[in-house]
Structure formats: structure tokens, C-alpha cells
């Protein structure tokens, strides 16, 4: 064993420490390392030490950017350095990794404790979590669609405060969720609070915290969901139900980054990004005073507005399809293959007052229905059963969508007798949209007669 430790008390320590530790000399040769690194990189007592460090770890730093030898040339310990090691047998776990540098009696460096703790789990929960909230998950091609995906990534790069309207069902929080995941936070927490679902005693303690004794039920200090959200991001849904006593409050923390929980006088400073949603109109609420104007200006800074479904029609064969690979993966005993076109079809004419949650709900209940694989006009609880069609077209789950659409204006235009303006109606496209889409797809009425203009 090196001098470089000389207590035996500090060793002990060190060995029985829950992160990972490496003690390394100023050639990075190993001279001690505890029980938790050996378990974590797979090798046995003794094995790892007076050999160089990286080619232990096998660090995703060591050519490069070696954390020692920047700790080193900084003269200074770092924290919280991510990086990837290689276990022995070559699986990669990732971690955060401390240096600190081990000083003589002069001061002088003569080597460095590397702590590291396995963050592997945490990490790939944060991929799934990315990945789910990415833009491509958030469905449409529609114009005004293409239009949130620009802002979304626009305002994510920011800290500002962010207004998600739009009616329910839209996807309001999946826009919540994008900015959060794309954002400079996006490693921190993301903390929701339902403003409609609590009464005002309880969705001010649930935002602010509360002290015990503050009321009758509180036995012990209650941290609230703004200090728990600081230094990642708050979504306060349906900002429009919270009180004016609770308003006032909100005012303070976006003004100063100030609270006090609830029957305390003492000030907590938090540092939250916040983004509001809200279905209703807000500037109506400021004209009835059931809204505060000073705090819809210091929330309305960046305002993002979901179209409802009813605008997008072009949208529903995508989201149709989208629903449909999520549905199948939910119930693999059902075998969901597909869905005819006549319920396509059906479903491009529906109005949906529950917007898209709506169109995922009839999905998935008419998957339940289906008895063949193939969701029917029959399956859909809006429509009334129909005759049975030998051999039906039906898009599959994993078919071109371009076929989809193909077969959808085709179907149509015979049903509406071949009229064009009535046809780009129901599909929520212009006239001229449709005629390329026909062009396009080789769509062309049978001789017996021209396509109509009604």
C-alpha cells in the first residue's frame, strides 16, 4: 500500500463508502480501490491495484479529457463529471464521477480519489423519458401543427415562461413535456400540479409548502411542489381554476423566486422554470376579474396554442396509425392488424369535442370490439352497424400511409358523387390541395364522366 493514505481510520472509510472509490498516484497507477468499484467493474480483490487506471475503467475521458489530469492543471477538485466506464467483461456503465486531489504536508499534489456513483438506471429512464416526449411523438403534419413544433423548439433553448391554450384533449401537456425534455433542464425534475383537481386550502399547501401546525392535519412540514420542482421545470395545468388568494401568491414567486408555505413568515427562494396551461380563455377572465392581469402578463411571455382536432382532419390518418401501434402493443393478445377504411373515413367526418384523448379513447375501445384483427365502422361507438362487405379494404398498422390517404380520398370522392369542393371539405383540405393529392396518387374518375366542381 502507498503512503498516499496514510490514516487507517480514512481507509476504512473508504471501503465502506456506497460510491465507487479509485485512489491513484500521479501516474494514474491504482494504489487502493474499495469493495463498491471492484463489484461495480467486475473484478476481484487485489486484481486492480498497480495497474493504470484506464485500463480499469476504461473511461470515456481517459484519452482525452482525463478528469485527474484536468483536476490537476486546474489545481482545483471537480464534481459531478458524467462519463461512461467498461466493466471487465466490456458492459458500459454510466456515471458521475468526483476528483479530489491528495496534497503532501507542502501542499504539493501527489495523487487524487476518484468517487463514482452508477447512474446507469437513472440514465436510461431519462433516454426513455426523452425519447417519449421528443418532437416526432407529438402527431401532425397539419400547417398550424408544424407551426408548435417550431415554437416548441424555439422556446425549450430558454428559461422563459411558457402558455400552452387550447381546448381539452389537444395535447397540452405532451407540449409541456417536449419543452421540458428539450430544455437546458431536462436532467432535473419535472413536477406537475392539476390546478382544477384540488380545492383552494389544498392546492395552496400542494404549490407552497405548508409548516406543521399551519392547520388542523398538518402534523409535520410539507415541502410544496414549487420547491420540490427547483432547478428543473413546474407545469401548472389549468392555471385559469387557481383562486385569487392562491394568484397573489404565484405573483411572488414568478416576480422574485420567493415563497412561504403556508403559516410560515419565513422566505424559501426557488429557481423553476414555469410553464401554465389552460382551456379556457383567459382574457375573458381578466375582463370578469376572476384573473389577475399582473400575473397573466408575467405568464403569458410565450404563448403556444394546440389547434383542436376539428382544424387538422388531414392529421387523423396519422394519429390513427399512431394509435393503432399503441394500442397493439397494449393488448398483443388481440392482434390488431388494422382498420377499414370506411371507419377512416367515418372518423375524418366526426367534429370530436374531446379533441385527440377523444380519438385515442375510440381507438382503444374499438379494439376491444374487433373480432378479427381488423377494427370495423361496426367497432366504432359513434356509428351505427353496417352491412358486412365481403373483403373489405382496411389499412394495416405498418402500411404506407401514402396508401392510406389514397384510399381515403378515393372513397370520398365516390361518395360525394365525385365533388371536389365537397370532398376537400370533409377531408379539411383546399380545393387545390385535393387536386394535387389526386395527381399525385394517379386519382382519376372512370370515363362515364368528368370530376364535378360542386
Known amino acids: 500500500m502507498n503512503d498516499l493514505i496514510r490514516d487507517p481510520h480514512a481507509l476504512k472509510v473508504l471501503e465502506n463508502l456506497s460510491d465507487g472509490v479509485i485512489v491513484t498516484n500521479l501516474e494514474r497507477k491504482i494504489v487502493f480501490i474499495n469493495e463498491r468499484a471492484r463489484n461495480l467493474l467486475g473484478y476481484a480483490e487485489g486484481e486492480a491495484v498497480e495497474k493504470r487506471c484506464k485500463t480499469v475503467t476504461h473511461?470515456?475521458?481517459?484519452?482525452?479529457?482525463?478528469?485527474?489530469?484536468?483536476?490537476?492543471?486546474?489545481?482545483?477538485?471537480?464534481?459531478g463529471v458524467e462519463m461512461w466506464y467498461q466493466t471487465k467483461s466490456g458492459q458500459q456503465i454510466r456515471c458521475v464521477t468526483n476528483v479530489l486531489l491528495l496534497r503532501d504536508e507542502a501542499g504539493k499534489v501527489v495523487g487524487g480519489v476518484e468517487l463514482f456513483t452508477d447512474i446507469t438506471q437513472l440514465y436510461q429512464l431519462q433516454e426513455k423519458a426523452e425519447e417519449r416526449f421528443a418532437f416526432s411523438n407529438i402527431v401532425g403534419k397539419n400547417k398550424a401543427m408544424r407551426e408548435v413544433f417550431e415554437l416548441i423548439q424555439m422556446v425549450a433553448e430558454t428559461d422563459s415562461t411558457v402558455m400552452i391554450t387550447g381546448e381539452s384533449g389537444t395535447g397540452k401537456e405532451l407540449v409541456a413535456n417536449a419543452i421540458h425534455y428539450n430544455s437546458l433542464r431536462k436532467n432535473r425534475v419535472f413536477v406537475k400540479v392539476n390546478c382544477a383537481a384540488l380545492n383552494e386550502g389544498i392546492l395552496e399547501s400542494e404549490i407552497f409548502g405548508h409548516v406543521r401546525g399551519a392547520f388542523t392535519g398538518a402534523i409535520a412540514d410539507k415541502m410544496g411542489r414549487f420547491e420540490m420542482a427547483h432547478g428543473g421545470t413546474i407545469f401548472l395545468d389549468e392555471i385559469a381554476e387557481v383562486p385569487p388568494?392562491?394568484?397573489?401568491?404565484?405573483?411572488?414567486?414568478?416576480?422574485?423566486?420567493?415563497?412561504?408555505r403556508v403559516g410560515s413568515s419565513k422566505s424559501v427562494t426557488v429557481d423553476a422554470r414555469v410553464i401554465a396551461a389552460t382551456n379556457r380563455e383567459l382574457e375573458a377572465a381578466l375582463e370578469d376579474g376572476s384573473f389577475r392581469r399582473d400575473l397573466f402578463y408575467r405568464l403569458n411571455v410565450f404563448r403556444i396554442h394546440l389547434p383542436p382536432l376539428r382544424e387538422r382532419k388531414e392529421d387523423i390518418p396519422l394519429l390513427v396509425d399512431h394509435f393503432l401501434k399503441k394500442v397493439s402493443a397494449k393488448m398483443p393478445s388481440k392482434h390488431i392488424e388494422g382498420i377499414e377504411t370506411d371507419a377512416v373515413a367515418r372518423l375524418i367526418e366526426y367534429k370530436f369535442p374531446g379533441n385527440i384523448r377523444e380519438l385515442e379513447n375510440l381507438i382503444e375501445h374499438a379494439a376491444i370490439r374487433s373480432r378479427d384483427g381488423t377494427i370495423r365502422l361496426r367497432d366504432l361507438p359513434l356509428?351505427?352497424?353496417?352491412?358486412?362487405?365481403?373483403?373489405?379494404?382496411?389499412?394495416?398498422?405498418?402500411?404506407?400511409?401514402?396508401?392510406?390517404?389514397?384510399?381515403?380520398?378515393?372513397?370520398?370522392?365516390?361518395?360525394?358523387?365525385?365533388?371536389?369542393?365537397?370532398?376537400a371539405q370533409r377531408l379539411g383540405i383546399s380545393r387545390v390541395t385535393l387536386w394535387r393529392k389526386m395527381k399525385e396518387y394517379g386519382i382519376q374518375k372512370e370515363p362515364d364522366g368528368a370530376a364535378k366542381e360542386g
Open 383 to 423: 356509428a351505427t352497424p353496417v352491412e358486412e362487405v365481403p373483403n373489405p379494404q382496411f389499412f394495416q398498422i405498418h402500411s404506407p400511409l401514402e396508401s392510406l390517404e389514397r384510399d381515403l380520398i378515393l372513397k370520398l370522392l365516390e361518395a360525394n358523387d365525385w365533388k371536389i369542393n365537397r370532398t
Open 59 to 79: 473511461s470515456s475521458e481517459c484519452e482525452f479529457s482525463c478528469p485527474m489530469t484536468q483536476a490537476i492543471q486546474l489545481d482545483r477538485d471537480l464534481k
Open 245 to 260: 388568494a392562491t394568484q397573489v401568491k404565484l405573483l411572488r414567486v414568478l416576480q422574485e423566486g420567493q415563497l412561504e
